[in-house]
């Protein structure tokens, strides 16, 4: 479902053999809306790739000048790469990994609850069988009851597979791998921005980059973009989107 909804929003995603790594994740500093992917042909034949505001685009209500494709992602990447670089960093992520994962999965709660039941139920038919109320109802009642418990049983290994216990080291270490990606691949650059980039909102003078693992933010100016200076600023208020979608990527861990 959440896939779904994602490429409702990314039509553009895929254009011209070619994909837009920050569909669905880069902002127009201005008006707030979507910057998506778009492409032309110049006079020699060279295709140039760029992101535009979707006001821009389909409004005309917004003045943003577009981005440059290559030069948007390239920055992100570099960006993500160095936080990830940062030791305190990869451990506060472990740390807040391991906090979530320590909390019981709704599901398997409601699952327990289900097999409490059945199995209440189970000790009460026990009971009347013990006392000579045996019909043919009841040994069906039992039967049932038996495939129930264990259907139950059945799928709270199941949930339980899903989230297997972890250890700080093993998520540091899992974590450390991306420190490794070669960011000249397109699906290294990908994997970097899909786990660790939640926003980007681009300013004319300006870049606020927001992150998944907590809710600090990152502004680069222009000016600063090939120095070495970065300052900690808020996103603005109303475009701050809610960091929930990142630790469910550490259910896969390890494949």
């Given at each position: 479902q959440e896939q779904l909804q994602k490429n409702k929003k990314a039509a553009s995603r895929h254009k011209a053999e070619d994909d837009y790594l920050l569909t669905t994740k880069l902002f127009c500093g201005k008006c707030g809306v979507y910057m998506t992917g778009e492409s032309g042909t110049g006079r020699n034949g060279t295709v140039h790739r760029y992101y535009k505001c979707n006001n821009v685009k389909y409004k005309h209500s917004c003045d943003k000048k577009t981005v440059r494709k290559e030069w948007i992602e390239d920055l992100v990447v570099r960006y993500t790469k160095e936080i990830l670089?940062?030791?305190?960093?990869?451990?506060d992520i472990?740390?807040?990994?391991?906090?979530?994962?320590?909390?019981?999965?709704?599901?398997?709660i409601l699952l327990k609850q289900q097999l409490s039941e059945t199995e209440r139920a189970i000790a009460n038919l026990m009971n009347a069988i013990e006392q000579g109320i045996i019909t043919t109802t009841t040994k069906q009642r039992m039967i049932e009851l038996e495939t129930i418990k264990e259907e139950l049983e059945l799928k709270i290994i199941k949930e339980e597979l899903k989230r297997p216990p972890l250890t700080k080291e093993e998520l540091i270490f899992w974590l450390q791998r991306f420190r490794s990606l070669d960011t000249t691949k397109k699906e290294h650059k990908q994997r970097l921005i899909d786990s660790f980039v939640n926003a980007v909102y681009v300013y004319d003078d300006k870049l606020v980059l927001t992150f998944n693992y907590n809710?600090?933010?990152?502004?680069?100016?222009l000016d600063e973009v090939?120095?070495?200076?970065?300052?900690?600023?808020?996103?603005?208020e109303p475009l701050r989107r809610k960091s929930l979608g990142f630790f469910s990527r550490f259910r896969d861990f390890g494949k």
């Open positions: 670089m940062q030791d305190d960093v990869i451990e472990a740390n807040i990994v391991l906090r979530v994962a320590s909390t019981e999965n709704t599901s398997i809710e600090a933010n990152t502004t680069v100016t090939n120095g070495s200076i970065i300052e900690c600023s808020g996103a603005p």
